[in-house]
Structures are given as structure tokens and as C-alpha cells.
């Protein structure tokens, strides 16, 4: 399982090991793509020398093999992501090709690093060559970003197969670590995920040093005042912090690292640092569908009066309402940050409302993330694409010198020359999907997804076996056999949706006092029983604030927690998606849908052509009557699967529609 918080002092539930996901709904597809095609396909480019040259690297790291160091600096983390993927992957598909290739990979890291416990590719081959490089010697080598990712991956591959190869390999880089100087570790800790490793690391040992490394690191993280930036958020130190800023992937790593010690020692000001920051992400700066970080040049401080305090900030989190639609950036990894840091906040509150941010996520962004195929990926994942965009949206994560792909599109690509992270890091969450769907505590389990399968728990000591049968998202109807070895108490807690108008339980409305943060919380003696769940869901249009200045007067299309979107592809022929808006009373109606949309339902929303907008910088408003046209809305899960075309989320809203004017 991905964490483990069943002894963590202050956790209110910790994962399930023993869950399977099932039937064609969203989330069990997705997963059955990861393992069919996802993480095998990825393994391959991974450890391809002509390609990514991750698996080489440490080959020749080990001196198994001559050569150079290719590829980024943290490519090694990257392969540590993928192969947790592939660890979680092989236990369940018993793949032998999957099996061998972790196998081999744990023994050559093993063999690659050092007698003091160090180990990155990029400086020990260096060395070997004669080059005057030091360990922490430049902050964006990305090192600790490398070591946080291995000490996860020993985690959960001790977890899952019992081997202590790569625990120990991470026990030797947590002690490397302990010995640093101060100064350095605090110059060296871009993107840091060691946070949540040597946090994940002390729950596998015990050993409280570890703990206590990440007290070290946490407190050395930030307080630099003016010498710092927002960019790795280390302006203030972590419990001073009370924003969501600068780099959105470094920020929501930094969270996580910071609700994990939270979850072990309690810290109120670690707490207190992190509700003021989520409270800040979700109330104006998270876009709808999940994606985090609007910018792909931020300001950090903004508008701020001191012009030469003033620095670029990469894939920003922006001001406040500052949520650009053709151009958002929403790097992959941000959002997936965010499902880490909102599992470890649920871990250690059981509030619903953490829940309802990874179902965001899971129902909409991660899927967005990868081609229907199985083996293309978006680095960054905008809300609108339009057709003759006059200026370049330079490609992410490549050199300055590679040319951008046509301006009017974004494309997924089977690899990212010069930024492999997100990649691996989709393909070890579409991997660990299962364990994000239940949680347990004592004499407790907690359904937060909706998805059909099999969860296996027990309540005071007695075997039990839940079965969720559903085709969420298409209907919003649950069913939960429990089987108890005999009869035993213990509690169902079911989350209840914070979109959900009403929820019903065995056909009677919930009443409040059954209720606890969001949750249903049904506890009875359990044998062989079931519960039904009903969640009616209906087409919804949903507003921004207006400080959202490019939604200003538009709207989105929600049912239940899937966004939608309208692709040029359900246009007819010389309209364009700027073309089109939604009336105030636009009748929407619900298909199930087919093929690559399967598990889904499709929206038909009577909509309006409004005269063309193609028109120089200004002109004189066009009185032609907006016509009634009816439209096909998919889910923004799935776009960009059908060639080439105009995609938006957002849509003008017009108050009324006189249909006599087709």
C-alpha cells in the first residue's frame, strides 16, 4: 500500500492492502490500461539506451558497463517512480518480464551506490570520469528529489514483495543525509519528495531517527526572507506559511512532506500552516477539473512594491482567481501532488472534503493525463485549445532549442526528451488507484470512491469481505455486501459526496446525526448484509467567481464529480468552439456512452452558434440571432483522443435562447 499509518499516533485511518478493482467503470478501466499497456510500454523507454537511458545510467553508475550519464538530473527518480509502479503492477498481473526487470533494477541501485550511502547518477559517473563534482553541491540537481522517490519505492516494494533490498539501500541514504551539513541540505531541497520518504521510511524501521531527519529537514526548509523565493516556497519557514505559492509541484511535495510529520507527531503548527494553505489552494486557485498551477511564468511576490524582489516563478501558482484557460499549464505531477497531500490530510482528519479533492483528480485530470491508447502523456493540461493561436505555447520539459509543436494545439507524446517526470509518476498512481478508494481504522472501513470491487478487512479480530458493485459515474447507485466471518460490530463509513444534493441509504434520506465530516457512518453488527446507496446526480452548470476574469459570464458542464467538456470534433463543419454558448435554461439530456467513452455518460445540451468571433482586435457586435444547435459534451477526462481540434471547458452563458429563430 502506499502509506502505512496504522501505528501513526496521530492518523484517523491508514490504507488497505488487500483491494481489486473490477468491472469497465472510469477508474478500473484506467487501471487495467496501466497494467496492460501503461507500465510495460514505459518500462521499455526506461530502460532503453537510445531512448531514456534511465536503467543505463545506473549500469554505468555500478561500473557494469562504460559511459556517459544521459538525460536529466533526475531521471533516477523517475525511474524510482516507475518502478513502483511496476512493483504494485507485477504482484497483481504476476508478469515474470515485470517481476524480473524490478528484480534486476533493485540489484543494480544496490550495487550503484556508494559506501557513505549516496547515490545519483549524474555526479557518481562524473567522478568516474575525473570530474571535480561534490554530492549537494548544486541545489537543482534534483538529489534529494531522487532519494525521496527510492525511499518510497523501497517502502512500498518491501511492502508489497517482503524483499529489504532497496529498504536497505534507503536506510543507507537517510543516514547519508543525517551527516550533512545543515547549510547544504537546506540549499538542496527542490521538489521534496525526501520529506515524504523519510517520513514513509520511519514507519517501515521504527526507527525514530528518521523521524527526527524529517523534523531536521522540515525546519531547515524556508525562513530566508529576502534571499528566498517563492519558487521552492522558502521565504518562510514551514509553519509560518499560510499561502499556496510559487512552483505548484514543489509546493503540493512540500505540503504532503509537511502533513506526513503531521500525521506522526501531531505538530499544531505544522497543522495550522497546512489548513491556511489548503484553505488558500481550493477557495481560488484550483481549477475545476483538478489541474494546479496556472502559470507557466509566475511573479513571485506579486505586484510587490520592491521591484527587485520581484522573480520568475515556474508553473505558478499565481494570484488568487488568476486561472487562465488556452493557456493554464496544470503540470501532471502538480496535480498528483495533490492527491498525495489530500490522502495524508484524510489520513490524519477523516474529512470527507480531502476525499472529494482525489475524486476531483482521479475523475478528471489523471485521466486527462494519458492517451485512451495507453502510452501518450500531456505534461501540461490546459482547459481550452483553440484553433490559429497567434503566439507559441513553448513545449514543456524541452531544451530552448527544440521548436514547439504548431501553436493552436497541445499534443501527448510517447516521450518527453528533456522532462520525463510525469510519466512515471501517472503510472505509479493509475497503479495504487486501488488504494485510494477505502480506508480502515479500528473496527472501521471507510469508502471514499465509488468503483465496483473487492475490499478485505476485519472488525475486533474477524475477517471481512465488502463488495461495492456500482456503474459510477453513469448512475450514482452503490451497493455494499458485507460479509462477516460471524457476526461482529464494527462501522461502515461512507463518504458522501460535497457536490451530492441529497444522498439516501436503504431508500431513506440520510439523517444528520448519522453524519461525522462528511461521512455516513452506519455502525451495526455486520454478517451478511447489504447497504444501498443512492446518489442522484444530474447535469449541473456551474459559475466562477468573478475574479475569475476569463470565466466571467461562461460556464461549465458537471454531472457528479466529471467535468465535461466540447470538442471540435461534435461541431459541424465551419464552427468553432468559440462560436458556441450555453443558455441560462439549455435542456441537457444523458446517454450512456460507447467505445473509448464506455463507463461514462455523454451529455446532449441544446446550445447556441452565436455569430462568428473571428474578427480583428475589435469590432462592431454582430445582431445576427444566435441560432439553437444540439451538441454532444464528453467528459474532459477523455479529450483529445480524436485527432486534432478545439477543446473548451468553459462556455459563454447566454440568459435565454428564442428557439424560433433556428
Excluded at 531 to 546: C, D, G, K, Y
Aim: glycine fraction near 8%.
Amino acid at each position: 500500500m502506499l502509506t502505512d499509518t496504522g501505528a501513526s499516533a496521530h492518523a484517523r485511518l491508514t490504507s488497505v492492502a488487500a483491494v481489486s478493482l473490477a468491472g469497465d467503470g472510469p477508474l478500473a478501466a484506467l487501471r487495467h490500461r496501466a497494467l496492460e499497456k501503461t507500465i510495460p510500454s514505459m518500462g521499455a523507454i526506461m530502460f532503453d539506451p537510445a531512448t531514456a537511458h534511465a536503467g543505463e545510467n545506473f549500469r554505468v553508475a555500478a561500473g557494469d558497463v562504460p559511459g556517459e550519464h544521459n538525460g536529466p538530473p533526475f531521471m533516477d527518480g523517475d525511474l524510482y517512480k516507475w518502478l513502483e509502479a511496476a512493483t504494485v503492477a507485477a504482484a497483481e498481473t504476476e508478469d515474470p518480464e515485470l517481476r524480473s526487470a524490478v528484480a534486476e533494477a533493485a540489484k543494480v541501485i544496490a550495487r550503484a551506490q556508494r559506501e557513505d550511502g549516496y547515490l545519483h547518477t549524474k555526479t557518481q559517473i562524473a567522478r568516474r570520469h575525473g570530474g571535480d563534482v561534490e554530492p549537494l553541491a548544486i541545489g537543482t540537481d534534483f538529489e534529494t528529489y531522487n532519494f525521496g522517490h527510492l525511499m518510497t519505492l523501497a517502502c512500498v516494494h518491501h511492502r508489497v514483495t517482503g524483499d529489504d533490498t532497496l529498504v536497505a539501500v534507503a536506510i543507507r541514504v537517510a543516514d547519508f543525509l543525517a551527516v550533512q551539513k545543515p547549510e547544504r541540505l537546506a540549499e538542496c531541497n527542490v521538489c521534496p519528495s525526501h520529506y515524504m520518504g523519510v517520513v514513509e521510511l520511519y514507519r517501515i524501521t521504527g526507527d525514530r531517527r528518521h523521524l527526527e531527519l524529517a523534523a531536521m529537514l522540515l525546519d531547515l526548509h524556508g525562513g530566508k526572507g529576502g534571499a528566498g523565493t517563492d519558487d521552492n516556497q522558502d521565504v518562510l519557514p514551514v509553519r509560518g506559511q499560510r499561502r499556496a505559492v510559487g512552483h505548484s509541484v514543489r509546493a503540493n511535495y512540500l505540503y504532503a512532506g509537511m502533513a506526513d510529520y503531521a500525521v506522526e507527531t501531531g505538530d499544531t503548527a505544522v497543522v495550522a500552516a497546512l489548513d491556511s494553505i489548503w484553505d488558500d489552494l481550493v477557495s481560488s486557485k484550483l481549477y475545476v477539473t483538478g489541474g494546479c498551477g496556472a502559470l507557466y511564468d509566475g511573479a513571485s511576490p506579486d505586484a510587490g512594491q520592491d521591484y527587485y524582489s520581484v522573480t520568475k516563478v515556474h508553473q505558478s501558482y499565481g494570484r488568487p482567481y488568476q486561472l487562465p484557460h488556452t493557456t493554464a499549464y496544470n503540470e501532471s505531477c502538480a496535480s498528483l501532488g495533490l492527491v498525495f497531500w489530500a490522502w495524508r490530510m484524510l489520513i490524519r482528519t477523516g474529512d470527507a472534503k480531502y476525499a472529494d479533492e482525489i475524486e476531483r483528480v482521479l475523475f478528471n485530470a489523471l485521466p486527462a493525463m494519458v492517451g485512451y491508447e495507453g502510452s501518450t502523456y500531456f505534461y501540461v493540461n490546459p482547459l481550452r485549445q483553440v484553433r490559429g493561436l497567434t503566439y507559441p505555447l513553448r513545449r514543456p520539459g524541452d531544451p530552448k532549442d527544440v521548436a514547439p509543436p504548431p501553436s493552436d494545439r497541445r499534443e501527448r507524446q510517447e516521450y518527453m526528451q528533456a522532462c520525463f517526470c510525469c510519466p512515471p509518476n501517472i503510472a505509479r498512481v493509475m497503479a495504487e488507484l486501488p488504494y485510494y478508494v477505502y480506508g480502515q481504522g479500528r473496527d472501521e472501513l471507510w469508502v471514499h470512491q465509488f468503483v465496483s470491487g473487492e475490499v478485505r478487512t476485519s472488525f475486533g479480530g474477524v475477517p471481512v469481505t465488502v463488495r461495492q458493485r456500482t456503474d459510477f459515474p453513469v448512475s450514482g447507485d452503490i451497493e455494499l455486501a458485507v460479509e462477516a466471518e460471524r457476526p461482529v460490530r464494527g462501522q461502515l463509513r461512507i463518504r458522501v459526496p460535497g457536490w451530492a444534493d441529497r444522498v439516501e441509504i436503504d431508500g431513506s434520506p440520510i439523517e444528520p446525526a448519522a453524519m461525522d465530516r462528511g461521512y455516513v457512518v452506519l455502525d451495526r453488527e455486520w454478517h451478511r448484509d447489504a447497504v444501498t446507496v443512492r446518489i442522484p446526480l444530474r447535469p449541473r452548470l456551474l459559475t466562477a467567481h468573478h475574479f475569475v476574469e476569463e470565466a466571467t459570464n461562461q460556464v461549465c458542464v458537471v454531472r457528479g464529480p466529471v467535468v465535461y467538456c466540447l470538442e471540435s470534433a461534435d461541431l459541424p463543419e465551419g464552427t468553432g468552439i468559440e462560436d458556441v454558448a450555453i443558455p441560462q435554461d439549455a435542456n441537457i439530456t444523458v446517454t450512456p456512452g460507447g467505445g473509448m467513452f464506455a463507463g461514462h455518460a455523454l451529455l446532449h445540451v441544446a446550445a447556441a452558434v452565436l455569430p462568428s468571433s473571428q474578427s480583428p482586435l475589435y469590432a462592431e457586435l454582430d445582431r445576427t440571432p444566435a441560432r439553437a444547435i444540439d451538441l454532444q459534451f464528453v467528459p474532459y477526462a477523455l479529450w483529445a483522443n480524436r485527432g486534432h481540434g478545439g477543446m473548451t471547458v468553459w462556455l459563454p452563458l447566454i440568459r435565454t435562447l428564442e428557439r424560433s429563430a433556428v
